[in-house]
C-alpha cells in the first residue's frame, strides 16, 4: 500500500533553515523519480525539485542554490534541506512522484490520486 508522510514543516523567520522529510512506502515510488511540490491556498500545486532514482535533480529557479534534495532508497526517504527561506517560500510542501524529466515549475499536466498531508512552512519577517 502506498503511504507518504511528510514532516519537518514549521515557522522559521525570513533566513532561517528547515529540514523536510518524506517517508514512503509502497513500491510505486522507489525507483521512480521524486519530488517535492509546493502549494499556496487558491493557487496550483508546484513542482520545485525532483530527483531521479540515481540522484539527479532538478530545481525551480527561485530555490536553486538555497534548497537541496537528497533521497536514500535504502530507508525509503525523501529530504528537502531549504536555506535563506524567504516570505515566498511559505506554502504546505508535498512529496510525490513526478515525471522523469519533468522541468520545475512548469504547469503541472500530470495528476496523482494520492497525495500525503503535507507539511507547512511559514516563513515571517
Known amino acids: 500500500q502506498e503511504q507518504l508522510v511528510e514532516s519537518g514543516g514549521g515557522s522559521v523567520q525570513a533566513g532561517g533553515s528547515l529540514r523536510l522529510t518524506c517517508t514512503f512506502s509502497?513500491?510505486?515510488?522507489?525507483?521512480?523519480?521524486l519530488g517535492w511540490y509546493r502549494q499556496v491556498p487558491g493557487e496550483q500545486r508546484e513542482l520545485i525539485s525532483s530527483?531521479?532514482?540515481?540522484?539527479?535533480?532538478k530545481y525551480l529557479d527561485s530555490v536553486k542554490d538555497r534548497f537541496t534534495i537528497s533521497r536514500d532508497n535504502a530507508k525509503n526517504t525523501l529530504t528537502l534541506q531549504m536555506n535563506t527561506l524567504k516570505l515566498e517560500d511559505t506554502a504546505r510542501y508535498y512529496c510525490?512522484?513526478?515525471?522523469?524529466?519533468?522541468?520545475?515549475?512548469?504547469?503541472?499536466?500530470?495528476?496523482?490520486?494520492?497525495w500525503g498531508q503535507g507539511t507547512q512552512v511559514t516563513v515571517s519577517s
Open positions: 509502497g513500491s510505486t515510488y522507489s525507483l521512480s523519480t
Open positions: 510525490n512522484r513526478a515525471p522523469l524529466g519533468e522541468v520545475p515549475g512548469a504547469p503541472m499536466w500530470w495528476k496523482y490520486d494520492y
Open positions: 530527483i531521479t532514482w540515481n540522484g539527479q535533480t
